[in-house]
């Protein structure tokens, strides 16, 4: 069964910075794709970045490019999203999820697993 186990998420201050980490498994080979998501409130689930596990081919929002990266962990299985820079408005539930695919998608539909969401709040 695959799982996505997801940890890092907290409260910092604005300017600071966060790492959250996606721990997948139960996956038979290393051709998926990792992304990362978040949502606000009030606001539509937006996509972040997201990391070909296979090829190391990644794809980044167009707003959120260069103060967030997202990278395969020594691990096993783990991808992390380094948040920095963080702002007030970065504030919400981050999501990491998989596909079972080397294309990588910055579109939620395409992601067949879901890891349980960390809160990321920043404050002013």
């Known amino acids: 069964e695959v799982q996505l186990v997801q940890s890092g998420g907290g409260l910092v201050q604005a300017g600071g910075s966060l790492k959250l980490s996606c721990a997948a498994s139960?996956?038979?080979?290393?051709?998926?794709?990792i992304g990362w998501f978040r949502q606000a409130p009030g606001k539509e689930r937006e996509a972040v970045a997201a990391?070909?596990?296979?090829?190391?081919?990644?794809y980044f929002a167009d707003s959120l490019k260069g103060r967030f990266t997202t990278f395969s962990g020594n691990a096993q299985g783990t991808v992390f999203l380094q948040c920095n820079s963080l702002k007030h408005e970065d504030t919400g539930i981050y999501y990491c999820?998989?596909?079972?695919?080397?294309?990588?998608?910055?579109?939620?539909?395409?992601?067949?697993?879901w890891g349980q969401g960390t809160q990321v709040t920043v404050t002013s």
């Open positions: 139960g996956f038979t080979s290393n051709e998926y794709v």
């Open positions: 990391i070909s596990v296979s090829d190391g081919k990644r």
């Open positions: 999820a998989a596909r079972e695919s080397s294309y990588l998608s910055g579109v939620a539909r395409d992601y067949s697993y």
